[in-house]
């Protein structure tokens, strides 16, 4: 639509002028002629300064060039005028528009009707000029925001990565034989996180299989005295999310998480409440251990949230002396 918005523009005012003629009973084809050069004038004299006189002017800030460029400006559209309506014209019709001979009475006449048609070319510039700020503005907020998402989930695997591989060490170093079946299953989680982390969106499905792989290791860990109940509506499981949602949340409460007795295990709920999704990791704290909830896990996360589902999630974490609970609601999914 851009592209025909100027000669769609000066159309409209050649119509203008026609139609004054129309009104006035005055029209005749010689009229009609004279209003297409007075149009291709002022478009002369538009595009003289639009857009490269005022970007020097203002944007270069550069205001002295109008001394001079706005009287050649005014020249531009005198000498136009002239040589289409008083040749051009001239030699096709045997007519032009004024009356030889020409003398400073035709440069007084023509001195002052440029001047709305650069204060025009002016307000087009400006117009444009915020056009492009906004259509930049929201390029760079969307670079922004896919730079601030590339940055957040790269820290998810490291963090995950560094915590599982110190324990793999030191299984390693004491000879234990399920060493080589704990990093299976590590490499099973990286090997999902890694091509989620490429992808805009994954499944809640995926999601709970890297989640239960996470858990698969820890029970390994702690030689089965890893408890964890999961709570899933299995009918959501296709719904579409945010890659890697779920695995910070499932490394805090393993890493700060006291899962070792059945009576008291973590919590895993995944389901819905009217049209929210909601999500909830719960778990006993593990004694003498302070669990502020401000880890770099769950500052990604809320900080992607605020990213991805901005005015439609919510992230509230509930912490006492006993029990620590993330649970996120995301709705519109």
């Not at 478009?43 to 857009?51: D, E, S």
């Not at 001979?101 to 070319?121: C, E, G, K, M």
């Not at 957040?152 to 034989?177: C, E, K, M, W």
Request: charged fraction near 25%; charge should be negative.
């Amino acid at each position: 639509m851009n592209r025909y918005l100027h000669p769609l523009a000066w159309l409209a005012f050649l119509l203008y002028y026609v139609s004054e003629d129309i009104v006035n009973d005055a029209f005749d084809w010689h009229g009609f002629y004279l209003a297409i050069t007075y149009v291709l004038s002022m478009a002369t004299c538009f595009y003289f300064f639009y857009p490269k006189v005022w970007t020097v002017a203002i944007k270069e800030k550069k205001p002295w060039t109008l001394v001079f460029m706005i009287p050649l400006g005014v020249g531009v559209f005198i000498l136009s005028r002239f040589f289409l309506e008083e040749v051009i014209l001239k030699w096709l019709t045997g007519i032009g528009n004024y009356r030889d001979p020409y003398n400073v009475d035709y440069i007084l006449d023509n001195t002052f009707r440029p001047i709305s048609i650069i204060l025009l070319s002016l307000v087009a510039w400006l117009l444009k000029l915020q056009t492009e700020y906004k259509a930049n503005r929201a390029i760079l907020e969307q670079e922004k925001i896919a730079a601030e998402l590339a940055f957040l989930r790269s820290q998810i695997n490291p963090h995950f990565l560094f915590n599982t591989l110190g324990f793999i060490h030191s299984r390693v170093y004491s000879a234990d034989p399920e060493a080589a079946e704990i990093t299976t299953e590590l490499s099973h989680v990286l090997r999902k996180a890694f091509s989620a982390s490429e992808e805009t969106e994954t499944t809640l499905r995926e999601e709970m299989e890297i989640v239960e792989s996470i858990y698969g290791i820890m029970k390994k860990r702690f030689s089965g005295k890893c408890y964890v109940n999961f709570e899933v509506d299995e009918t959501i499981l296709e719904k579409r999310i945010e890659p890697l949602l779920l695995m910070p949340l499932a490394e805090n409460m393993f890493k700060h998480g006291d899962l070792r007795s059945p009576d008291l295990p973590g919590r895993v709920y995944i389901g819905t409440e009217g049209d929210e999704l909601v999500i909830r990791f719960e778990n006993k704290i593990m004694p003498g251990e302070p669990h502020e909830g401000s880890g770099i896990g769950l500052r990604n996360t809320r900080k992607r949230l605020e990213l991805v589902y901005p005015n439609h999630h919510s992230m509230e974490i509930q912490n006492d002396s006993n029990r620590f609970a993330v649970e996120l609601k995301i709705s519109g999914i």
